[in-house]
């Protein structure tokens, strides 16, 4: 069975830090382009980043350029985003997605940036 878990959001403050973690399963995700999407309060799920099956290849939103970094660990079928110095904007769910040809969705972590 194929499966997207996400998990590492929460409550954090602006400027604060969190990462975030998907672990694939029932596939082989090593080969899959791995990417993280946000999809903020009343708003359409956008990418945020996404980088390719060897890592050598990241792309990034405009917005989070400088302060998110997309990493993968293919050992442990496991892509990470860390989120350095966030803001109030970044709030929302963060699903992971997986695409080769056909593309997997996980169940989303929710983050809020909020003081």
């Known amino acids: 069975q194929v499966q997207l878990v996400e998990s590492g959001g929460g409550l954090v403050q602006p400027g604060g830090s969190l990462r975030l973690s998907c672990v694939a399963s029932g596939f082989t995700s090593s080969i899959y382009v791995m990417s993280w999407y946000r999809q903020a309060p009343g708003k359409e799920r956008a990418l945020v980043a996404s980088?390719?099956?060897?890592?050598?290849?990241?792309n990034y939103a405009d917005s989070v350029k400088g302060r998110f970094t997309i990493s993968r660990d293919n050992a442990k079928n496991t892509v990470y985003l860390q989120m350095n110095s966030l803001k109030p904007e970044d709030t929302g769910v963060y699903y992971c997605?997986?695409?080769?040809?056909?593309?997997?969705w996980g169940q989303g972590t929710q983050v809020t940036v909020s003081s």
């Open positions: 980088i390719n099956s060897n890592g050598g290849s990241r």
């Open positions: 997605f997986a695409v080769r040809g056909a593309g997997y």
